[in-house]
Every structure is written in C-alpha cells, then in structure tokens.
C-alpha cells in the first residue's frame, strides 16, 4: 500500500492494481460510473476482481509504448522475434507476454514506433526530460479515497502544468471536443487537479492541465489542447459527483445497478429540426 502523496517510480502494474489503503476512484472508473452504473464500477474495479479488463488492440499497445518511450517508467515491452502471429510458437509467446503483464511487441513492429517517438519528441513544445514524469497521486477528498498517475508534472518554475500525452492516428478527431467528452478527458483533468490541490494545497489555483495529442505516423503532427472554462467547469462538477456516488458506496457496501425506470426527453436539436421542417412543409405565411 502507497500512503497519500505523490510518488515516483511506481511500477505501472503496481498502480494500475490500487495501491490505496481502501479501494479508489479513478478518473477511469468514474466515467464508467456516471455513465454506466455503480454495479459497472465495481465490476472493472481491481480490488473487486476487475473481471472486465480492457482488450487489448495493436492501436492501445502503440500508444502505451510510444509513452514509455517519451515518458519512461511506463510500459514493460516484452520484444518477440517473429514475422507474425501466425505460428503457435509466436501465439504463445505473445499470450504468456501478456499473462505476465507485459506489452508484447514484434521486432519490426518496434522500430517505426521508436522513430515515431523521437519525431514526436522534436515537435513537443515541451521537454519531458525536465519533468517529473508518470508520478501516483494517492489523496483523499470530501472522504472518498482517490488516486491518479500523472503523465507529466512540470514546474514550479514558470507555474505549474500537468501535461497528458494522448496518440492518435488522426488528432483532428482525437482532439474533437464530441471526443475529449465521450473518453472523458475533462473528468480526468478534473482528478488531476484535485490531486495536485489537494496534496499540494499551497499552489491551489496555479496548475493548469494540457492535453498533448501526438499522431503516431507521418508527419507526427502534435497539437497541444487547452479545455475552456466550461469544459473544465463541468469535469469538476462531475468529478465531485463520482467522489460522492463513490465515497457512498464503500460506506454502505452497495453498488446499485440500473435504476428501476427512467424517463426519456426528446433532444432539444430534433425538435428544432422538426419545428423548421413543418414550417417549410406548411408553405408561405398567407397575407
């Protein structure tokens, strides 16, 4: 178990695992609890069994690797000397990999990503190197045990600035405000400032959070992205109201699934649009 604070070189398997003294919120396991349900929440928790782990995809491995190149301390690569995955001997050496914890990755596979992470390093309108990088935040706030693992932490040289990496194929799309929301990137921002406010209540208010999309091919675009005041705003308020659900539910021992019923308003945009139709349906206003 990790004591409230933030700490450097935490394995990444150690954190994904919760080193917390009782179980936490993640900005993860927020989202799945607002969205979904309490019950949901539990299921993918760890220290609840997390039966429902998150599959595997070449895209996701791509990014974990490419952040442990730029970042360090990130992801243990296990470099298997295969063509392919086609031959027993390379399915196995590719599951025991994962079995273990490790992200499995072709010889071949690895060296476009080693270049596209030092190309992506050179358009960063940051320096890595001169941060403290994959830290754990472990705190607590308004009685919920909460923890985090922050890609970067710069300053306080030039104020304060946690920077998160995201990779993409397309960071046109990545960094679409339909798409910040659906990953629920402002509720990250929001655990992430909390975190630092919290164990760091003197610098309260002179942290800002930034989004670093990167794309993963040619010409390995990056776009730095600010969330505005709103954005930022409604990652809190719905931060706040996971901490609540969640401080809750480890009081009471209840996890509670779906609600019995609800009851569903038609969307403001397709009355409008049936509003306009009609009225184009109805001809011109007679004089």
């Given amino acids: 178990m990790l004591a409230i604070g933030l700490h450097e070189n ?18 993860h396991v927020a989202k799945v609890l607002l969205s979904r349900s309490a019950e949901h929440a539990q299921l993918i928790h760890p220290r609840f069994g997390g039966t ?3 599959k595997p995809t070449d895209e996701k491995d791509a990014g974990s690797i490419i952040d442990s190149l730029l970042l360090g301390g990130g992801a243990d690569l296990e470099v298997l000397k295969f063509d392919d995955y086609r031959t027993k ?11 273990s914890g490790k992200i499995p990755i072709l010889a071949e596979k690895l060296a476009p990503l080693k270049v596209a992470a030092e ?8 320096d890595f190197s001169a941060a403290r990088c994959q830290l754990t935040a472990i705190w607590e706030s308004d009685g ?15 104020g304060w600035l946690i920077a998160d990496l995201k990779t993409s194929d397309d960071i046109s799309i990545a960094s679409a405000a339909r798409t910040i929301f659906s990953y629920g990137y402002h509720i990250q921002a929001a655990a992430y400032l909390d975190a630092f406010e919290t164990l760091r209540p ?67 945009w397709a009355i409008s649009e049936e509003t306009e139709v009609s009225i184009l349906a109805a001809g011109p206003t007679p004089f």
């Fill in 119 to 126: 190309k992506i390093r050179k358009r960063m309108p940051v």
């Fill in 89 to 99: 001997d390379a399915r196995s050496a590719r599951d025991t990999a994962r079995a």
């Fill in 202 to 268: 003197d610098e309260a208010g002179r942290v800002k959070f930034r989004l670093l999309f990167a794309e993963r091919e040619p010409p390995y675009g990056v776009l730095p992205v600010d969330l505005a005041g709103d954005f930022v705003d409604l990652g809190k308020r719905q931060w706040q109201r996971a901490k609540m659900l969640w401080a809750q539910c480890l009081a009471t021992g209840a996890f509670p699934g779906y609600p019995a019923s609800k009851t569903v308003n038609a969307p403001t």
């Fill in 144 to 158: 919920c045990p909460c923890r985090a693992r922050l890609d970067s932490l710069f300053g306080p040289d030039g």
């Fill in 52 to 54: 429902i782990p998150e």
């Fill in 10 to 27: 935490v394995p990444q398997d150690v954190y994904f695992a919760d080193p917390s003294e009782r179980p936490s919120l993640s900005s």
